[in-house]
């Protein structure tokens, strides 16, 4: 290297804790924000160029720099997405955090080149607000980040050791790859779309409508349809409520035979105050202060297997499925059937 070149690197030495302050500002920066906007990423990562690295720069192309700072990369940082169109939302993110260099920032997604894809970052040249030094920030998929690694360890990029025929397979994979990146995005937003209906049909009442899956029996339980029988039930022994899970009664609504969100709602309004009859039984002689935001929709399944037949061998099912297999269930459900029992509870043969 020539002297302009050691006088570059002798600088690189002297502000070497400046870069690494930065690091630390940036990645502290990003995080923050990143959790701020709800924003979940694959992974953050950053680099200070090695002394090592900087002299090889310098050694092709020193003449280029005036000065340490034309170095814009010297700090570098990465984000590293699960969406395409997280990389634009970060970005925009970005460009509220930090002054961006937009001359010599690039969006090499926009460059369309047939072998583009692993290398289709968004790159900007960013400065920290209170510090003189530059700094990258890439923005990429979580794919696009993949292919550019596994490129950069088979050597693709120079195309000269690598016959034609690996080459048309790579870029045959890469279009598939980059089909990939744009249907996991299409996908998140059409199912986003499709809560979000989902969410307005069970606001107005439309249940029928609502096929009955995960996300459409969350949004029903976001309305809390068993709020008011759990209500009458603590109010048997004037008891506290304690607030638990309900997802896993999906199972036993998809078993019950219910097909929609409608299926579900007039099975409950069918057996609920059988439900409230079978909590007086199992509440009334004792002193229990404490029940389960369970124990409403629990007592309404038990009384539309009972009804319909199911009789003791479709309570242990039940308990099997809620409280997962365990030597217990049997004996749960025959206390149980005895408690029906005991109410006359239509289609049970009388307690002997």
């Not at 990562?45 to 690295?53: N, P, V």
């Not at 007086?280 to 002193?287: E, P």
Request: hydrophobic share 40%; proline share 2%; glycine share 6%.
């Amino acid at each position: 290297m020539d002297l302009h070149c050691e006088m570059i690197l002798e600088e690189y030495r002297e502000q070497l804790p400046v870069f690494q302050e930065m690091q630390t500002e940036v990645l502290r920066t990003l995080r923050e924000a990143l959790e701020r906007n709800g924003l979940i990423v694959t992974a953050i990562e950053s680099r200070i160029k090695t002394e090592q690295s900087l002299s090889g720069k310098l050694a092709l192309k020193g003449a280029k720099y005036a000065t340490l700072s034309d170095i814009t990369d010297i700090l570098g940082a990465r984000i590293i997405t699960f969406y395409t169109d997280d990389v634009d939302r970060i970005a925009s993110m970005a460009e509220q955090l930090f002054e961006i260099d937009w001359d010599n920032s690039v969006d090499k997604r926009r460059l369309h080149q047939l072998d583009s894809f692993g290398y289709n970052s968004l790159h900007y040249i960013c400065r920290l607000p209170g510090y003189d030094f530059r700094f990258e920030l890439q923005l990429r998929t979580t794919l696009q980040h993949a292919w550019a690694a596994i490129n950069h360890d088979t050597g693709y990029k120079t195309g000269v050791e690598i016959p034609r025929e690996y080459l048309r397979r790579i870029n045959r994979l890469a279009g598939l790859l980059e089909l990939a990146d744009d249907e996991f995005s299409h996908i998140r937003t059409e199912i986003a779309d499709y809560r979000r209906r989902v969410s307005q049909l069970v606001q107005n009442g439309r249940l029928d409508d609502v096929l009955l899956d995960g996300d459409t029996f969350t949004s029903y339980l976001q309305a809390r349809p068993f709020d008011a029988l759990n209500r009458r039930i603590a109010a048997i022994n004037q008891a506290e409520i304690q607030e638990v899970p309900l997802i896993h009664y999906l199972r036993v609504f998809l078993a019950l035979g219910c097909k929609t969100l409608g299926d579900v709602q007039r099975l409950v309004h069918q057996y609920q105050e059988d439900a409230y009859r079978l909590a007086r039984h199992q509440l009334g002689n004792t002193d229990l202060d404490i029940i389960s935001s369970s124990v409403g929709v629990q007592n309404i399944c038990i009384v539309c297997i009972l009804s319909t037949g199911g009789g003791r061998l479709g309570l242990v099912r039940f308990f099997d499925a809620i409280n997962g297999h365990n030597s217990q269930n049997d004996a749960i459900a025959d206390l149980t059937f005895r408690q029906a029992q005991k109410m006359q509870m239509t289609g049970l043969p009388p307690e002997s």
